[in-house]
């Protein structure tokens, strides 16, 4: 049971993770109808500007925190202009292999700026101590960190989104593209504001994977390949629905790699996959037929 | 784009001497060399260095310093391979694979079929092996690796070469020395109690084939010295390429309450984060709780330093691993390795592939061996002759004097395998230290061995 | 108030309105009639910004709108509410009310004015202030893009088909709202098929058919049945 309740907290933790991630991919396609595959970079990406800015000028782990939302932010603000703006009347297909390519140059840019090697760690509150809830159960306070920070994310991302006019012009936007032009909503205010929420959210996915386990180059397929499925599963572009979806797929994972079988983890998210796309293609959170 | 793709593709060096004859000389004048290397994406690093040591090789054999010495004396006077009288250059051609089977396997063919290349470096991944070979094989050219640590390379293969350990003698010498008497562990000053009253290992690594073949042999050895430990293959924990968060996989470790570890990984940052991961599961080896034994890339000194940065103490006495190299050699291994150092790092040190380190020094060992091997055969298009006066030469190369191949007990045949000397390592105020413990002859045993197919 | 001159709009080679002009007075309600694809949504999207004139010109207030991007276009006063009710489906009627003010949202005090006018002018939004907009029924919805539209504080409102699918009592409902915000002094361009919600509303109109005007004068006139039907038949 303890071992269960043990899986529960690292499963949450993960799912968290993941969730943030997923909630910025949710963002994009909810509002700008894009699926970005670079995304995954700017998690990356974010994880090594926390590097450079806690471990690299020795500064606190939320002053990185910050450093790499801002910086994953505005790279997503380049991305949209430089990018997607282009491509934006293109068939979907083009714009998500445009993202891969992106995707692509990103690894190599971070490759040659901190190469393959080496683990960059990022100092942490909490990185040493625990909680320990019995004989058995322990909670790293590491994993409180990130999970506290994760809250206080989608508290923010829920205010702005929900309490904000910011947020009101998003939503229409999703909702109506057009009649929120009627409105006199600046469609590229929109996407700038959308694409920075998004990278800053990628930037903070990063930043707290790469404190619990280092930073690396490859550390931005995994969950971007997660996230993907958790939008699908949660409905995609539905931000409750990415941090559900994000806790079922992040426990999942961990109960099974722990009692089924570790090679078997991987198979979780896509059996997940594939049984949403057979019951409910909508997702958890779709409207059913609202988005071909 | 990353430099050395370009330089890949380009074709990279010609040694000095072809320039004369450029490519006006015939196929029976050059002797055509090649390789399949991952030299760009996040794996290049297991392919630059290895290009590189090969490429410099090449150069120092036209160049008449060959540093290596062959065993009977081969000469090494410049200008080319001395075949008879004449002097045949060596022209060398590598190919990036960017680490895909697909483009490892199209490189292979087009050194075959357009490059006319009689023997080929490479490609390292297992799969591509075994592809590889598929197409090698049955033309009879020579295939190599420095760094493949694959029994793929040479079992049941007629002209694989692997110049280097595999996962499976490795671990057989790992699991040896655990194995040890407390007498012998004494004699080198171990205090025999590190090991006392230990008897569940747990195994953990990438889920790939080099980390399957780990675990045979570390089942095979465990049984073969005395079945002190047990060992429940069902249990070894593989994850996935990729993986970022190792929580799920190091609690499923430890829930096995292992006494003894054996961490099968060659990626720096996956071996830290488990490390990380392993000291707050309570899987401790820096208090003794376990021992935590790791390959030839955890007892690298970088990778000490690298760990104790992250605050991982490795020197607290259960730590331990191998090195195919020794660190305490005897002083004409230790001045071919200064000398050869001094070049490379001159060379390569300021570029993307770096200094030396113990791995492109197998690489250039091989390379120059194989060149030797060419010579004293006296041809270059006849590989069975190749092969054969190749495998009978040994060298006093940079790991150490002496290197030879593995001769089979049971049949008498020289085969492909080198015959790897593993030295015991362990760490020691943040220094990575030779125990003077060392095995050869005893780990080159099982079906992984020399087995005439690889066991399914 | 609104001119329009010789305007031609395409999409692609495929030219929907061929050399229209017509001129709205201020403080009038102005009827574009016409059958389905005559032409007259293209009309309105011109104005607002969403298509571009071939040829032609649109004046405001004497300023020609062209090249103008649309929130230019409501900033300078001219709300559009589109056919089909498209509301926000998934957003508060609150909510949807404010995105309209979306020009001059900073101004708290005039929005919330603004706000308080729609509610009186429409009691049923009201009601409904919390709820999802798609929960709305049909006549609530189509009242609420009109009060979404006024969230702009337009000079000049455009209205599309406001009618469409709406039962009889609910039109007369629309048709009253039209009547408040002409005393409150808009000037209303509506776009209909139907003629007799035209005739309750409007003054003055012009009927189109297959993108060029076949009549154009006082509604009124509109009401003898022969007149109307040789406009829409475009003889």
């Known amino acids: 049971m303890s071992a269960f309740a043990q899986q529960l907290i690292y499963g949450t933790s993960y799912g968290m993770n993941l969730a943030v991630a997923a909630a910025g991919l949710a963002l994009l396609f909810g509002v700008y109808r894009v699926i970005n595959l670079a995304h995954g970079q700017l998690i990356m990406f974010g994880g090594y500007i926390a590097y450079v800015v806690t471990t690299g000028l020795g500064l606190h782990f939320f002053v990185g925190f910050a450093a790499a939302m801002v910086a994953m932010g505005v790279a997503g603000v380049i991305l949209e202009i430089s990018v997607f703006r282009i491509l934006q009347r293109r068939p979907a297909t083009d714009q998500l292999l445009a993202s891969l390519g992106v995707y692509m140059m990103i690894g190599i840019l971070a490759l040659r700026i901190w190469g393959d090697f080496e683990a960059r760690p990022i100092n942490m509150p909490g990185e040493e101590g625990a909680i320990l809830l019995g004989e058995d159960i322990r909670i790293d306070f590491a994993r409180i960190v990130t999970i506290a920070i994760t809250i206080a994310v989608f508290a923010v991302l829920y205010f702005v989104v929900y309490r904000t006019h910011l947020g009101r012009t998003m939503r229409a936007t999703a909702q109506g593209p057009e009649t929120a032009t009627l409105m006199g909503i600046r469609k590229r205010e929109v996407a700038a504001l959308v694409f920075f929420i998004a990278g800053a959210l990628g930037g903070a996915a990063g930043a707290m994977l790469g404190g619990l386990f280092n930073v690396r180059p490859d550390m931005g397929f995994q969950p971007l390949l997660m996230a993907l499925i958790i939008i699908i599963f949660g409905g995609m572009g539905s931000l409750i629905g990415a941090i559900i979806a994000g806790l079922v797929l992040g426990i999942l994972y961990n109960l099974t790699v722990f009692y089924v079988g570790s090679k078997l983890g991987d198979l979780v998210p896509f059996a997940v996959l594939l049984i949403i796309l057979m019951v409910r293609p909508q997702g958890l959170f779709g409207l059913p037929g609202r988005r071909a | 784009m990353r430099g050395s793709v370009k330089k890949a593709f380009v074709g990279a060096a010609v040694a000095a001497g072809l320039a004369v004859g450029g490519s006006a000389a015939q196929a029976e004048d050059v002797f055509k060399f090649g390789g399949v290397f991952t030299l760009s994406g996040p794996a290049s690093f297991l392919g630059l260095f290895e290009e590189a040591a090969v490429r410099l090789a090449v150069e120092q054999f036209m160049k008449g310093d060959c540093i290596v010495e062959a065993i009977p004396a081969q000469p090494c006077e410049g200008g080319g391979l001395k075949i008879g009288d004449k002097k045949i250059p060596i022209e060398w051609k590598a190919y990036d694979d960017v680490s895909e089977d697909k483009k490892s396997i199209d490189a292979v063919t087009r050194l075959v079929e357009q490059d006319g290349a009689r023997a080929i470096w490479g490609p390292r991944m297992n799969s591509a092996v075994l592809s590889a070979a598929s197409i090698l094989d049955p033309q009879s050219i020579i295939s190599i690796c420095a760094i493949c640590s694959s029994p793929a390379m040479t079992v049941g293969r007629k002209w694989g070469h692997d110049i280097t350990d595999t996962g499976v003698i490795e671990k057989h010498a790992i699991s040896k020395f655990i194995s040890e008497s407390p007498e012998r562990l004494k004699e080198h000053g171990i205090d025999p109690k590190i090991f006392e009253g230990r008897k569940k290992t747990g195994f953990i690594g990438r889920n790939e084939l080099y980390t399957v073949h780990g675990s045979i042999g570390w089942e095979e050895g465990l049984k073969q010295w005395g079945g002190k430990y047990s060992y429940s293959d069902a249990d070894k924990v593989l994850f996935p390429q990729g993986t970022t968060d190792f929580a799920p996989f190091v609690a499923k470790l430890a829930e096995q309450k292992p006494d003894i570890v054996m961490m099968d990984s060659y990626i720096v940052p996956d071996m830290l984060a488990i490390m990380k991961e392993m000291k707050k599961q309570g899987l401790d080896f820096e208090t003794g709780k376990i021992v935590l034994l790791g390959n030839d890339v955890l007892m690298l000194q970088f990778l000490v330093d690298l760990a104790k940065k992250e605050g991982i103490n490795m020197s607290s006495g259960y730590v331990w691993g191998w090195q195919e190299h020794n660190p305490a050699q005897d002083p004409a291994t230790l001045a071919r390795v200064e000398k050869y150092v001094k070049i490379y790092n001159e060379k390569y040190g300021s570029t993307e592939v770096g200094n030396s380190s113990p791995f492109d020094r197998g690489a250039y060992d091989a390379a120059i061996w194989f060149l030797y091997g060419v010579q004293a055969a006296g041809t270059i298009t006849d590989n069975a002759a190749i092969v054969k006066a190749w495998r009978s030469l040994k060298i006093n190369g940079l790991r150490g004097p002496e290197n030879q191949f593995f001769v089979r007990p049971d049949t008498g045949e020289v085969t492909g395998q080198l015959m790897a000397t593993e030295y015991i390592i362990g760490v020691k105020d943040d220094k990575v230290f030779y125990t003077g413990i060392n095995y050869r002859d005893d780990l080159f045993f099982g079906p992984y061995v020399y087995g005439d197919k690889l066991p399914k | ?235």
């Open chain 3, 1 to 235: 108030m609104l001119e329009i001159r010789n305007l031609v709009l395409a999409y692609g080679v495929n030219r929907v309105v061929r050399d229209v002009s017509f001129a709205v007075q201020p403080g009038e309600v102005f009827a574009l009639l016409g059958p389905n694809g005559a032409g007259k949504t293209s009309i309105l999207r011109a104005v607002s910004g969403l298509v571009p004139a071939v040829s032609g010109d649109i004046l405001f207030q004497g300023k020609s709108l062209l090249k103008r991007k649309p929130h230019d276009i409501v900033l300078g006063g001219i709300a559009h509410v589109p056919e089909g009710r498209q509301i926000f489906p998934e957003m508060s009627v609150h909510d949807n009310l404010l995105v309209g003010a979306t020009v001059h949202i900073h101004k708290r005090e005039r929005v919330r004015e603004l706000e308080a006018r729609c509610l009186s002018l429409f009691p049923i939004i009201k009601e409904r202030a919390r709820q999802a907009g798609g929960t709305l029924s049909g006549g609530e919805q189509q009242q609420l893009t009109i009060a979404r539209g006024l969230m702009a504080d337009p000079k000049l409102l455009i209205v599309d088909e406001p009618t469409l699918g709406l039962a009889p009592a609910i039109i007369n409902v629309v048709a009253d709202s039209f009547r408040k915000l002409r005393e409150l002094g808009l000037t209303i361009v509506v776009a209909e098929q139907n003629a007799d919600f035209a005739l309750k509303v409007a003054d003055h109109g012009v009927v189109l058919a297959s993108g060029e005007i076949t009549y154009a004068g006082t509604v009124k006139q509109l009401s003898d049945r022969e007149i109307l039907r040789k406009a829409y038949m475009g003889a």
